[in-house]
């Protein structure tokens, strides 16, 4: 008699919007390794291909908006999908279709890491492509993670007073629809860094971490997927933003940088690890 096949449970399924990064390092690549090393089944919607290094990006070829939408369709007809995570979407075009995408699908938790410039400084947001993002994305956002700069400029906000700002700004991206938004404190000046949870009623939770030593390619990409990870298991935001930073933490001390330009978190650095104990 042949023995009974017993299909292994599937686990759960993060659904990634974003562009191509050549490097690994940041976008689309940097989503499925954090996504996989978390235990998850990453599916992914490529928005734009890009011409990129560790230093920064040359150019953008732009996905059309169909093609986007046609990608995910197929995708969600066929499996269930535990959570959205979207990082570089491209053009207004694809931002409208994705929010359509989204709205038809309003249980599923979504993280945006509204991603508007390189570490470099190339801008990879249009004024168009922000505006669409305050419209269509940031009222179906489960959890927004922009740093202090991205928070600044989404909420149109500037002030002298940075603290109040940054609580401001939050407020404003709330009272848009978002959910909860977690603003990081990397570009800040304070002696750590300091990224605070906000909810619709205020403030929710604040961690605090040391500083580490150079310039990161991915971090953003890195923690967003791994909060959508933590969402999918079921999480609360809350235990899920937590989680997450720790998961991004361990990933920068143990960056590694094999350009001429930014560090490249390491996703896998439990397995280095697992691999360093059975060789001893």
């Known amino acids: 008699m042949p023995p009974i096949f017993s299909p292994k449970p599937t686990p759960p399924l993060v659904l990634s919007f974003a562009a191509s990064d050549p490097t690994g390092g940041a976008g689309i690549q940097a989503d499925l390794l954090t996504l996989a090393s978390l235990g998850c089944h990453p599916l992914s919607v490529i928005t734009a291909l890009t011409v990129q ?5 040359d150019e953008i070829l732009v996905i059309d908006s169909e093609w986007v939408m ?5 995708l969600l007809e066929d499996v269930p999908v535990a959570a959205f995570k979207l990082g570089m979407l491209g053009s207004p075009e694809s931002i409208a279709i994705i929010a359509e995408i989204l709205a038809d699908y309003p249980d599923i938790p979504v993280v945006l890491d509204p991603i508007l410039s390189s570490g470099r400084g190339d801008e990879l947001a249009t004024e168009d492509m922000i505006s669409a993002m305050r419209d269509l994305l940031i009222p179906q956002t489960s959890v927004l993670t922009p740093n202090s700069h991205e928070a ?3 909420a149109l906000f500037e002030s002298d007073e940075e603290d109040m700002a940054l609580e401001a700004c939050a407020k404003h991206l ?14 800040e000046t ?12 205020g403030h929710v ?30 999480h609360d935001v809350p235990t899920a933003v937590r989680e997450a930073q720790n998961f991004t933490y361990e990933s920068l001390k143990a960056a590694f940088r094999p350009g001429m330009g930014q560090y490249i978190p390491d996703r896998f650095f439990w397995a280095q690890d697992s691999l360093a104990e059975g060789n001893a």
């Open 53 to 57: 290094d560790t230093a920064g990006v």
């Open 70 to 74: 046609d990608q995910a369709r197929m």
């Open 152 to 154: 600044r400029r989404l």
């Open 174 to 187: 709330t009272d848009l629809g978002c959910e909860y938004v977690l603003i990081t404190g990397t570009h």
């Open 190 to 201: 304070t002696p750590r860094v300091l990224n605070s949870l906000y909810d619709a009623n």
């Open 205 to 234: 939770q604040t961690d605090a971490w040391d500083r580490l030593l150079g310039s990161y390619h991915g971090s953003g990409c890195t923690l967003a997927s791994a909060i959508a990870a933590n969402l999918a298991y079921g």
